[in-house]
């Protein structure tokens, strides 16, 4: 049998943590390796325990979620460690500097616990992902910021079904959306989606976001 995705909680309000803590280990594939309620013990225990995952909340004492992100996942760190944040602030600057801090995902705290537990699995596989209200909120923001200029020249190696995915990723739509706008399985769209990131070498869904916007494939 496949070993569980082992997962470390840090969350400083101990009722939001022991909710994470047993809606996670409730799952047979996953595992809670431990819990804690700053970002400075995230660091320490992760170190120690090497999870597979660490579900990270940003506002938290001693050392807050961005700065321990940085810290485990950040450009540098020579093992990194997969961090999803999950917070109830949904605030633009929380997500970009989370993402710039080396998170491999963004989630609100109000996902009902299927998306929660979705985001672990995911990310455990070293996918990136990003709640789909979120992913629109910060395109909303930024994206007049990395648009191309007027008459820029385009050359991208895409087929046309491939650059139909692409604008749907911009959209924040996820894979079952994009599934379902195309008629096609979910497991076509993964391999799209593979394939895009790997012509682009792109790292994930969030750098093809920018650059379908950089590129002008979307407004």
């Known amino acids: 049998m496949t070993a569980p995705v082992r997962v470390l909680v840090c969350d400083d309000q101990m009722l939001v943590r022991t909710g994470l803590v047993t809606i996670i280990d409730a799952q047979p594939d996953l595992e809670v390796a431990g819990e804690c309620g700053d970002g400075r013990a995230a660091v320490d225990l992760a170190g120690r325990l090497r999870p597979d995952v660490v579900v990270m909340d940003v506002r938290m004492p001693l050392l807050d979620g961005i700065e321990a992100t940085r810290l485990l996942a950040g450009a540098g760190v020579p093992h ?3 961090v999803l944040v999950v917070t109830t602030f949904n605030l633009d600057e929380y997500v970009y500097e989370a993402l710039r801090a080396g998170a491999s995902g963004f989630l609100l705290k109000d996902a009902p616990p ?14 990136a992902l990003l709640d789909p209200e979120v992913t629109r909120r910060l395109v909303g923001r930024y994206a007049a910021r990395i648009r191309p200029a007027e008459g820029a020249v385009r050359d991208i190696p895409l087929t046309p079904r491939e650059l139909e995915v692409l604008r749907l990723i911009a959209d924040g739509l996820s894979n ?8 096609i399985s979910q497991e076509t769209v993964k391999t799209f989606v593979s394939r895009i990131l790997a012509k682009l070498q792109l790292r994930d869904r969030v750098q093809a976001v920018v650059y379908a916007y950089r590129q002008g494939l979307v407004t």
């Not at 299927?114 to 996918?127: F, K, M, Q, S, Y």
């Not at 079952?176 to 008629?183: C, H, K, P, Q, R």
């Open 176 to 183: 079952s959306e994009i599934a379902a706008a195309l008629v």
């Open 114 to 127: 299927d998306r929660l537990l979705h985001g672990i699995r995911t990310v455990a596989t070293g996918a």
């Open 80 to 82: 990194p460690v997969k």
